[in-house]
């Protein structure tokens, strides 16, 4: 990244980190939410919402340097409390609790698979100049995550 946008390491490292924190200040603003009693179905589709026009806006042809890189702010903060939305769910669908770790650890497994996948699926939208297909991907991504997310039944 750092030699195809020439820049420094240094600046690359800094950028990186720059995105984790955000993502880790996410994942700390859900569980505050949560704390509050904010229900965590309620808090994901916020977040989706968020994910969905902050990705458009990232995407979108003649978005302005600023407003993208606020966007792009946004979109990391959202992916960070989703991820911590998501993970603080997963005891409403394991039906033996002693398998939390289990269950964790397959979940940071798929989101390395996504890792590894998403590149070459940008890539592709991107060498086709299909901006549509970027903001139709977040979306669908975004609603699916909201479709299959657990939710407590009540008796």
Do not use: E, K
Not at 17 to 33: E, S
Not at 54 to 68: R, Y
Not at 146 to 151: A, K, N, Q, S, T
Request: charged share 5%.
């Amino acid at each position: 990244y750092a030699h195809q946008q020439g820049i420094t390491i240094g600046h690359a490292s800094s950028l990186l980190a720059t995105t984790n924190l955000i993502m880790v200040l996410g994942g700390v603003l859900t569980a505050f939410a949560l704390s509050r009693g904010i229900a965590p179905l309620r808090l994901l589709t916020g977040l989706s919402v968020l994910g969905i026009v902050a990705g458009s806006a990232l995407f979108w042809p003649g978005t302005p340097q600023a407003l993208g890189l606020v966007a792009l702010g946004l979109w990391l903060l959202g992916s960070g409390a989703s991820t911590a939305a998501i993970t603080s769910s997963l005891p409403l669908v394991l039906s033996d609790p002693s398998r939390g770790a289990a269950a964790a650890g397959l979940l940071s497994q798929i989101a390395a698979l996504s890792t590894f996948f998403t590149p070459q699926l940008w890539l592709t939208l991107a060498a086709a100049g299909a901006w549509q297909g970027f903001i139709a991907v977040i979306a669908i991504c975004w609603l699916l995550t909201l479709w299959v997310f657990p939710v407590r039944q009540h008796d």
